[in-house]
Structures are given as structure tokens and as C-alpha cells.
């Protein structure tokens, strides 16, 4: 298991470093990232874009990005639709969201005959490193399915749990995330916790993954409340994946650990034939870079979309 995101990029560097390639890649912080993630984890970057735009950042911010190639496409939607279309050929091994709209990027992604799915939910996983708790935190989703039923929950726990063992973390502790631990038919996310619980317990999600729920937030990552409470669980304050009962509990959540905390953290989608990173323009060039990182890891154990 890995302590922080520099262990993940110096496992990235023993391995074959693939090739990014980058949809709408006119942000400062974003090249300043790919400046770094080039020079250490990857052999190759694309940028997809306006060359004008681009290069009049690189100079006027000191970025180096002689050694990227530059795909001039003027349009972002072709930009998304030439970004996928390099992954599918082979030439890309993972592909990251520029200085473009989401939506606009998605349906690229998800376009049935040029796109990258496999007939899999996309969920957003984000992987955080906060002081106060003693390993890396899982988060899904807090950025793609506004309100997931729990055919939804189950996709989720699918991506977290193969994105998770990818990374090592044996055995899978999942919690699903709610306000109290008893089932309450007025409460929803207490509802379908216990319906994932149930199916864990079936080893639906397979043998190493354990399903907890409905358990609240202060039980999940704080062994000391769950015996002060008296809750006994494999998963009481040792949480690996916490499943998130809607998106604003873990979009809210995210900010929390990211603005207040001071967290590290990462950003993958998954669910497609490679890894995607989604990252917001308000993230740091510090979270940037760990959702490169993390993207480079998994591209090199998931193999590309030919493969």
C-alpha cells in the first residue's frame, strides 16, 4: 500500500511510462503539471488544442513544452473528439480533460461508436491523503452521478473496488455513507447501505472486499467514536472506499478535506477502457499533478483500449 502520492509516482517511474494525451490543454497550471509529469512519468504528451493559445502560455508563464506534441485542433468538441480518437488508435494510453466544459468532454467519452466506454458505469473516484487519517481515503462519487439508486451504488463500489485493488489495498473495506446505522425506509441511502451490506455478505463484490453500512462519517474514520458508541466493524475507523449516498454530500466532503484540511488529492474516472482524469480549474497544480500521477499508475496495470 502506498503512504502518499511521490511512493505512486516513484512506483510509475520502475514501470514502462506511457503516453498522455490531453483534451483543450490552453490552462497554465495544467502545462506547469504536464511540465513536471513529462520530465518524470510519462515518455510522451499530447496537447490537443489551439498551438497559438498554447504556446503564448508556455512563454509568457516559463513553461517547457518543447518536448509535447501539439495537435492543433481550433474547436473544443473536435479537440475532445481528436483526444479520444488518439486513445482508441493506440497512440494514447489515458486521456485528461483541458480548459474545456465537462459535458462537452463526456460525450466524446461516451459516444457509442468512437467513444471509450465498455459498457461500464463512469464514476469519479478522488483519492485523498489528509494528516488526520493514517492512510489514503477513497471518495466516489462526488463529481459525476447526481443521485445514484443502488444499481448506480453497485457500479460505484465496482470501479472503487477494481481501482483499489490496482493500487494494492487488500483486503477492500467499503462504507456506505449515511446519518445513523439503522435502516430507516425514510432515508434512502440507510436503505440501499444495507442492501450493499447484504450483497458483500453474498461476496457479490468478491472475497476481499468488505461492505459496511448504514455507518456515519464519525465511524468510518475514527476508531475512538466507534467505541465510545459500542459499533463493532471490520470497517469502524480503518475505511478504505467510502460511497457517497448523493453528489452534493461528496462534492461537500471533498472540499472540506481539500480547502480546511489541507488535503492531497487525486482525481480518476473509471468505468471506461482506460483511466480518465477530470480535474475542476480551480484545483491546485499540486492536484493536478497527483491525478496525472495517479492516471499513469492505472494506465500501466489496465493496459490500453485495444488491449
Given at each position: 500500500?502506498f ?11 520502475t ?29 510522451k504528451v499530447?496537447?490537443?488544442?489551439d ?11 516559463g ?18 473528439e ?12 489515458f ?5 474545456v ?5 463526456l460525450k466524446?467519452?461516451?459516444n457509442k461508436?468512437?467513444?471509450?466506454m ?15 487519517y ?5 471518495l466516489?462519487d462526488?463529481?459525476m452521478?447526481?443521485?445514484?439508486d443502488?444499481e ?8 472503487a473496488?477494481?481501482?483499489s ?9 467499503v462504507?456506505?455513507?449515511a ?9 434512502p ?6 442492501a ?5 455478505l453474498d461476496?457479490y ?23 465510545v ?15 457517497m449516498?448523493?453528489?452534493?454530500t ?24 482506460v483511466p480518465i ?7 491546485s ?19 490500453n483500449?485495444q488491449?
Amino acid at each position: 500500500m502506498f503512504n502518499n502520492y511521490s511512493e505512486i509516482g516513484e512506483a510509475v517511474t520502475t514501470g514502462i511510462k506511457g503516453t498522455l494525451v490531453v483534451a483543450a490543454a490552453e490552462e497554465s497550471d495544467l502545462l506547469k503539471a504536464l511540465a513536471t509529469a513529462g520530465e518524470h512519468y510519462l515518455e510522451k504528451v499530447i496537447l490537443v488544442g489551439d498551438p497559438h493559445t498554447i504556446n503564448t502560455i508556455s512563454e509568457n508563464d516559463g513553461i517547457d513544452i518543447s518536448q509535447m506534441e501539439i495537435v492543433a485542433v481550433s474547436d473544443q468538441a473536435a479537440a475532445c473528439e481528436k483526444a479520444v480518437a488518439l486513445v482508441r488508435q493506440g497512440q494514447a494510453d489515458f486521456i485528461m480533460k483541458g480548459l474545456v466544459d465537462t459535458s462537452i468532454f463526456l460525450k466524446a467519452v461516451i459516444n457509442k461508436a468512437d467513444g471509450l466506454m465498455i459498457g461500464r458505469l463512469l464514476s469519479s473516484i478522488m483519492m485523498v491523503k489528509i494528516a488526520t487519517y493514517h492512510k489514503f481515503l477513497i471518495l466516489s462519487d462526488g463529481g459525476m452521478i447526481i443521485e445514484p439508486d443502488l444499481e448506480k451504488k453497485k457500479g460505484i463500489i465496482h470501479n472503487a473496488v477494481e481501482f483499489s485493488r490496482l493500487l494494492g489495498i487488500q483486503p477492500v473495506k467499503v462504507g456506505c455513507l449515511a446519518a445513523k446505522e439503522k435502516v430507516n425506509p425514510k432515508m434512502p441511502a440507510t436503505v440501499d447501505a444495507a442492501a450493499l451490506k447484504q450483497l458483500s455478505l453474498d461476496k457479490y463484490f468478491g472475497d476481499d472486499v468488505i461492505v459496511e453500512g448504514p455507518i456515519a462519517m464519525d465511524l468510518l474514520v475514527s476508531k475512538k467514536a466507534a467505541l465510545v458508541k459500542g459499533y463493532v466493524s471490520e470497517v469502524a475507523g480503518d475505511v478504505d472506499v467510502i460511497v457517497m449516498p448523493n453528489i452534493e454530500t461528496g462534492n461537500a466532503i471533498i472540499k472540506v478535506m481539500t480547502h480546511l484540511g489541507n488535503a492531497q488529492l487525486g482525481g480518476i474516472v473509471m468505468g471506461a477502457c482506460v483511466p480518465i482524469i477530470l480535474t475542476s480549474r480551480s484545483d491546485s497544480y499540486e492536484n493536478k499533478l497527483n491525478s496525472i500521477i495517479l492516471g499513469a499508475f492505472l494506465s500501466q496495470k489496465m493496459g490500453n483500449c485495444q488491449k
